[in-house]
């Protein structure tokens, strides 16, 4: 059974960076464009330039589609880990110290997660694999320019 776990391991990791980036998108979507209940939940955005809100909804939108589509995934997963990393520490800690007592489980949860997929990367079914397939298979081996011997 362990071999089956560990053979389906890059499938589930693929997945997993897929349902987190797409949530993270979705916050983002809901600060800038007031999707998806808004910023505030009545549908509202946030202001363009202010900090640190407007700031933080471009990386989740951004940050979030790369992690979705798993192009340039460590990169990004430590920029949004650091975004929300950040928002909790300075947002939702100094209200009280558990996250559950100062509404920060989420801020906490997707820095955990994005933090994980620094570490392992995008797993299967992203483009960064796509890539680094695409490289290998186009690049050849250099000729050997050693003077043949007569």
């Not at 983002?28 to 999707?35: E, T």
């Not at 800690?93 to 906490?108: D, I, T, V, Y």
Request: net charge positive; hydrophobic share 50%; glycine share 14%.
């Amino acid at each position: 059974m362990t071999a089956r776990l560990n053979s389906a391991q890059p499938y589930a990791l693929g997945l997993f960076r897929i349902v987190v980036g797409l949530l993270f998108l979705c916050h983002g979507a809901a600060k800038l464009f007031g999707v998806l209940g808004g910023a505030d939940g009545s549908g509202g955005t946030v202001d363009s330039g202010t900090w640190p809100s407007w700031y933080a909804g471009v990386i989740e939108l951004v940050g979030g589609s790369l992690v979705l589509l798993g192009l340039g995934t460590r990169v990004a997963a430590l920029i949004c880990s650091g975004s929300m990393a950040y928002a909790y520490f300075k947002m939702h800690q100094p209200n009280a110290l558990w996250p559950m007592e100062n509404s920060g489980e989420a801020a906490a949860m997707f820095c955990w997660a994005f933090l994980l997929l620094v570490f392992t990367g995008s797993g299967a079914l992203g483009l960064d694999r796509l890539l680094a397939k695409r490289s290998t298979a186009t690049e050849k081996p250099a000729a050997d320019h050693r003077p043949v011997a007569a």
